[in-house]
Antibody, heavy 122, light 107 residues
Framework: QVQLVQSGAEVKKPGASVKVSCKASGYTFTGYYMHWVRQAPGQGLEWMGWINPNSGGTNYAQKFQGRVTMTRDTSISTAYMELSRLRSDDTAVYYC???????????????WGQGTLVTVSS | DVQMTQSPSSLSASVGDRVTITCQASQDISNYLNWYQEKPGKAPNLLIYDASNLERGVPSRFSGSGSGTDFTFTISSLQPEDIATYYCQQSDILPLTFGGGTKVEIK
């Protein structure tokens, strides 16, 4: 069965960086784009971008351009999302989510990780 | 960016009631509209994709319709386990964008 397992909660100071991992299993990792979505406390869902695990190509939401880097390690079927220059309003649960359509960059998101809480506080 | 306007933002209904949520896109997105259920402390769960297709394993009381800019999500008979927040999401144009959510409660 498809599973996405994310790394644990993080507490960071303003200005620092955080790197969240997302280990995939139960399917061909390189066949499906991986998206990252975040949710601030009590707020809605915000799309951050995607990575094509096959090519390593990325597409980031303009809001995060210059601060976010998405990478992958195909040898261990793991995607990563690194966010730099953290601010207090980056405090959120960060999710990885698989695109439903094979080889489709723009798609519904059919499997989600459990979420990683990132708290930014001085 | 495509703006997704979801309404209502919250609703209260009785068990067995028919519940309807609407989602309006700021431009034509064809049928690239998806619906998710989110329960407290859990990741969102895909219920409906491409406006009207029921995801595997999702109960048939959930349904979706619409195309272009106007979409509807329906729970035909509300159950206690349906208490959650529901989000629409467009997947036609990047960036992917979500509606603001509808919190469904039991009356």
């Amino acid at each position: 069965q498809v599973q996405l397992v994310q790394s644990g909660a993080e507490v960071k100071k303003p200005g620092a960086s955080v790197k969240v991992s997302c280990k995939a299993s139960g399917y061909t990792f390189t066949g499906y784009y991986m998206h990252w979505v975040r949710q601030a406390p009590g707020q809605g869902l915000e799309w951050m971008g995607w990575i094509n695990p096959n090519s390593g190509g990325t597409n980031y939401a303009q809001k995060f351009q210059g601060r976010v880097t998405m990478t992958r390690d195909t040898s261990i079927s793991t995607a990563y999302m690194e966010l730099s220059r953290l601010r207090s309003d980056d405090t959120a649960v960060y999710y990885c989510a698989r695109a439903r359509g094979k080889y489709s960059s723009s798609s519904s998101l059919d499997y989600w990780g459990q979420g990683t809480l990132v708290t930014v506080s001085s | 960016d495509v703006q997704m306007t979801q309404s209502p933002s919250s609703l209260s209904a009785s068990v067995g009631d028919r519940v309807t949520i609407t989602c309006q896109a700021s431009q034509d997105i064809s049928n690239y509209l998806n619906w998710y259920q989110e329960k407290p402390g859990k990741a969102p769960n895909l219920l409906i994709y491409d406006a009207s297709n029921l995801e595997r394993g999702v109960p048939s009381r959930f349904s979706g319709s619409g195309s272009g800019t106007d979409f509807t999500f329906t729970i035909s008979s509300l159950q206690p386990e349906d208490i959650a927040t529901y989000y629409c999401q467009q997947s036609d144009i990047l960036p992917l964008t979500f509606g603001g959510g509808t919190k469904v409660e039991i009356k």
